[in-house]
């Protein structure tokens, strides 16, 4: 089992930057990639960013140059750079972890960005 809990989000304006933080404990050892996923009110979860356990790394179109997916060791934690956020960036954002077998979300982490 891999449990998942991010932080970092909140409201902020447009133009500004948030750093997401995704924590994961339990079998850690097991997860081959993590990611960032997003929801926005009435729309379906869509990929933002991921990074496999090797370092490489994959953007949604929508965020390439703007949103940065690091981590500081091989799994655990991985972070999600956010810059000149937008509007339509609003959204909760999911920590999702893969394993051979299984996947795993975390709670989310609310991302406002209004004037």
């Known amino acids: 089992?891999?449990?998942?809990?991010?932080?970092?989000?909140?409201?902020?304006?447009?133009?500004g930057s948030l750093r997401l933080s995704c924590a994961a404990s339990g079998s850690i050892f097991n997860?081959?990639?993590?990611?960032?996923?997003?929801?926005?009110?009435?729309?379906?979860?869509?990929?933002v960013a991921t990074i496999t356990k090797g370092g490489r790394t994959n953007y949604a179109d929508s965020v390439k140059g703007?949103?940065?997916?690091?981590?500081?060791?091989?799994r655990n934690p991985v972070y999600?750079?956010?810059?000149?956020?937008?509007?339509?960036?609003?959204?909760?954002?999911?920590?999702n972890a893969k394993t051979?077998?299984?996947e795993y979300w975390g709670p989310g982490t609310q991302v406002t960005v209004s004037s």
């Open 1 to 15: 089992q891999v449990q998942l809990v991010e932080s970092g989000g909140g409201l902020v304006q447009p133009g």
């Open 31 to 47: 997860i081959n990639v993590m990611g960032w996923y997003r929801q926005a009110p009435g729309q379906q979860r869509e990929l």
């Open 66 to 74: 703007r949103f940065t997916i690091s981590r500081d060791n091989a």
């Open 80 to 95: 999600l750079q956010i810059n000149s956020l937008k509007p339509e960036d609003t959204a909760v954002y999911y920590c």
């Open 100 to 102: 051979w077998y299984n």
